[in-house]
């Protein structure tokens, strides 16, 4: 009876306790959510304060607002450089094939799938940029982890060299698209979703140095170039008259908007913290002055059309235009009210008074659109009465071939994609990979030399004839070493006893039930409690002090990664520290070290625990 009575006592408290910590589940979900919509809408102070606020109520939230904190910093830290280009023309045009309406040359774009980019074209990435008679190629392809890095082949002679990784600094650990040489060579503009921005695809640009003969450390575009959302796809015109790029700031899923901006080589930066300023920026609406234009640019009109033919296009157009304006405000206003719920109170008079401002505007607009769509009617009708025959046919697909721009006078050209490449290409120097590994079919090591510093092996079997891949059952780096008249087979690099340890049932599971492990030293053998004292009296850590109190600088976790070594952050005297390691190799961890000064935004050291 006693433990029914408990049972009843216990049972609401639980059920309480449950329901709290859902509660509070669902106060971190929608502070994230929160977070994330003010991110998007420009507003990075009231995002970073969102995520805090997250973490304040359970720490076990900071993974998930990790990234979200980091992109909300890296955005107000970009408010203090912003540039205010001249916009001269932007257009929405279909995500399937926005890249073909770049002043570009025909037939310079090749879809993918290809020999370059064996992925299935689609979304953003559809295609490589190969014009003919190029002598070198830049291209974004996936990985063996599907990662999209940007890769470099160059004719020689009479064949294509094999394709090799940019340098590192324009690699992160997410995805580059879109690498477009400048006219001149010397700049080389991408987007990437891995290095220093505020989320989505930004733009960078890489100067090329002559004295290292390498790319130099990529900087982001800023702002109004880079944004919250996808960016990408930056050129500059052979003619040094404009600069072009796509976004998907201000359109549908399936769209993406153009924008063509007067080239500027030395921008002026300012700061820009109010958010609305900021937001307005970032739409890039167009100058609407027709004297910027280039007088070379082609005109809406064709002058192989007749007159009747030349008044329905441009009529056409106008409708279109007008159309594309009144989903841009529409949308525009959809946005204003979706932030509206979350706003603080000064934010929310802002947003009101913005979202009254675009609805006054929006029936004017409309009703421009009504007008000009009953006039492209009426023209209709007097063609019909006066039996002037249209091929309506060829008319709409001169339209989607020359889509007029919200500035009289300018015009994008449709051109066509290229054929497949077929390229005469060496093959890639494949590097062998040393990670202990079981797989289906084992591998011996390409080179049997042992590393310098204290190594780890587990030796499998002695026996008296050489081992064939059957022997090894799928293990792999298998060391094969002869001694008189027996051969010895090792497998895995350890440097550590722990490590070594961790991996020594895997090979006894395998059926090496008297596999051990020995240790090296430069290679020599040495007992395995000996190696284990080296070991633990000469231990590397290699500490950085990040410059923005917060983070690690863009391209330090890769460089961290191809160690292998863990990383560890903590607070000291008010600080933020990180600390990577332990090294058994002085020379590995000053490597790490030399990597990470040179990519700078922090103080970095090297510790000994032990003695040399």
């Known amino acids: 009876m006693k433990k029914i009575t408990l049972s009843i006592l216990i049972l609401p408290l639980a059920l309480a306790l449950l329901s709290q910590a859902a509660s509070a589940q669902v106060s971190i979900d929608r502070l994230i959510a929160k977070a994330d919509s003010a991110r998007m809408a420009y507003d990075f102070i009231s995002a970073e304060e969102f995520c805090r606020q997250a973490v304040e109520m359970d720490s076990t939230a900071i993974p998930k607002v990790e990234d979200l904190l980091i992109m909300s910093r890296n955005g107000q830290q970009m408010m203090e450089f912003c540039s205010r280009p001249v916009v001269v023309a932007s257009k929405v045009m279909p995500l399937k094939d926005f890249l073909l309406y770049y002043p570009l040359p025909d037939k310079s774009w090749r879809q993918s799938p290809n020999q370059l980019d064996a992925s299935e074209g689609e979304g953003l990435t559809q295609a490589v940029y190969f014009p003919e008679g190029a002598g070198e190629i830049y291209y974004s392809a996936p990985d063996e982890e599907g990662i999209r890095n940007i890769y470099k082949t160059t004719f020689a002679d009479t064949v294509w060299t094999a394709p090799t990784l940019i340098n590192e600094q324009l690699t992160s650990s997410s995805d580059e698209i879109y690498p ?314 350890f440097r550590t006893y722990a490590d070594a340890l961790s991996n020594l049932n895997k090979v006894k599971k395998l059926g090496f039930r008297t596999a051990e492990i020995r240790a090296y030293k430069d290679g020599e053998a040495i007992g395995v409690n000996a190696a284990r004292k080296l070991e633990s009296e000469r231990l590397y850590t290699v500490v950085f002090y990040p410059e923005n109190g917060q983070s690690l600088p863009d391209g330090a976790m890769d460089a961290i990664r191809e160690t292998g070594m863990d990383v560890a952050k903590s607070v000291e005297n008010g600080s933020v520290v990180f600390k990577i390691g332990p090294f058994h190799d002085k020379t590995e961890a000053e490597g790490l070290v030399s990597a990470l000064k040179s990519l700078g935004s922090g103080d970095c050291s090297l510790t000994l625990s032990g003695s040399e």
């Not at 004297?291 to 192989?304: E, F, H, I, K, L």
């Not at 042992?450 to 081992?467: D, H, N």
Request: glycine share 8%.
């Open 180 to 493: 477009m040489l400048s006219p001149d060579g010397e700049s080389l503009y991408f987007a990437s979703k891995g290095l220093y921005g505020m989320g989505g695809y930004d733009l960078y640009v890489s100067k090329w140095n002559p004295e290292t003969g390498d790319w130099d450390v990529p900087v982001n575009m800023g702002f109004p170039y880079s944004s919250p959302y996808d960016d990408f796809l930056f050129i500059n015109t052979e003619d040094g008259k404009y600069s072009i790029f796509a976004s998907n700031r201000d359109c549908g899923k399936d769209s993406v908007r153009v924008y063509v901006i007067e080239y500027d080589g030395m921008p002026v930066r300012e700061a820009i913290m109010d958010v609305k300023e900021l937001k307005e920026l970032a739409a890039l609406f167009p100058a609407n002055d027709p004297s910027r234009m280039s007088a070379d640019q082609p005109s809406v009109a064709d002058d192989n059309l007749g007159e009747e033919a030349k008044r329905y296009m441009m009529k056409m157009k106008e409708v279109r235009s007008l159309r594309d304006s009144v989903s841009r405000f529409s949308k525009g206003i959809e946005a204003l009210r979706a932030e509206y719920p979350s706003a603080s109170a000064g934010r929310k008079e802002e947003l009101s008074a913005e979202i009254i401002s675009k609805e006054q505007t929006l029936p004017a607009l409309n009703e421009s659109l009504q007008k000009a769509v009953r006039e492209l009617q009426s023209l209709e009708m007097e063609f019909l009465e006066n039996g002037i025959v249209l091929d309506m046919g060829k008319l709409q697909e001169k339209a989607d071939n020359e889509i007029s721009s919200s500035v009289k006078g300018y015009s994008f050209s449709r051109h066509s994609y290229g054929p497949a490449p077929d390229l005469k290409m060496l093959e890639p120097e494949r590097k062998f990979d040393y990670s202990f590994m079981i797989l289906p079919e084992g591998r011996f090591a390409e080179d049997n030399t042992l590393p310098e510093g204290i190594v780890y092996q587990i030796q499998m079997f002695t026996q008296s004839r050489k081992a064939t891949v059957a022997d090894i059952k799928g293990l792999s780096p298998v060391f094969e070493k002869a001694s008189g008249s027996r051969y010895i087979c090792s497998v895995g690099l």
